[in-house]
């Protein structure tokens, strides 16, 4: 019976490396979401799939991220508006960080105006916001998101198929 596990491994380790080498790579490097809503129509629409890069350590504005149900109760993917020490409002309809309006071409919809919130740094949090921002439950609803809700950036649509790439073009 040793012998024959002992053959098993040997005739198989490559297949073995390869679907550990998967299961890894899935846990802690990629792995792919699904966009479940509304929220960030145009830009996404409710089915897409996305690759989840749970690597990145410096979240860039108006990058797509996905945020843990650990913190409101459903997984979230939305647009970073605000970083850490900035400052965010609505004034008019229109989308001001640090006192100056953004280029806030990924909107669609009217964005209700909301009085000036800051984001601290201490504790890493960041404003997030929907595309669609009529139906869109984010920060504007649900507060900020602390940075260790945020499970990384998904920037890269993989289906449908002749919508596959980046996600910050417009």
């Given at each position: 019976m040793k012998?024959?596990?002992i053959n098993f491994f040997r005739e198989n380790i490559v297949f073995i490396i390869i679907i550990i080498a998967i299961i890894l790579t899935r846990l802690f490097i990629v792995s792919?979401?699904?966009?479940?809503?509304?929220s960030m129509y145009p830009t996404l629409k409710n089915g897409d799939i996305m690759l989840l890069?749970?690597?990145?350590?410096?979240?860039?504005?108006?990058?797509?991220?996905?945020?843990?149900?650990?913190?409101k109760g459903d997984e979230l993917i939305k647009r970073v508006i605000g970083l850490p020490g900035d400052t965010v409002e609505v004034k008019n309809g229109k989308v001001y960080v640090n006192d100056k309006k953004i280029d806030d071409k990924f909107?669609?919809?009217?964005?209700?105006?909301f009085e000036k919130i800051t984001l601290s740094k201490e504790k890493d949090e960041y404003f997030v916001m929907g595309d669609n921002r009529g139906v869109s439950l984010d920060s504007r609803?649900?507060?900020?998101?602390?940075?260790?809700?945020?499970?990384?950036?998904?920037?890269?649509r993989l289906f449908p198929f002749n919508k596959i790439g980046n996600t910050l073009k417009k």
């Open positions: 012998e024959k596990i792919p979401v699904r966009v479940s809503g509304t890069n749970k690597t990145t350590k410096n979240i860039k504005r108006y990058e797509v991220v996905v945020v843990s149900k650990k913190f909107a669609n919809g009217t964005t209700k105006d609803i649900l507060g900020p998101v602390s940075g260790k809700y945020i499970k990384g950036t998904s920037n890269i």
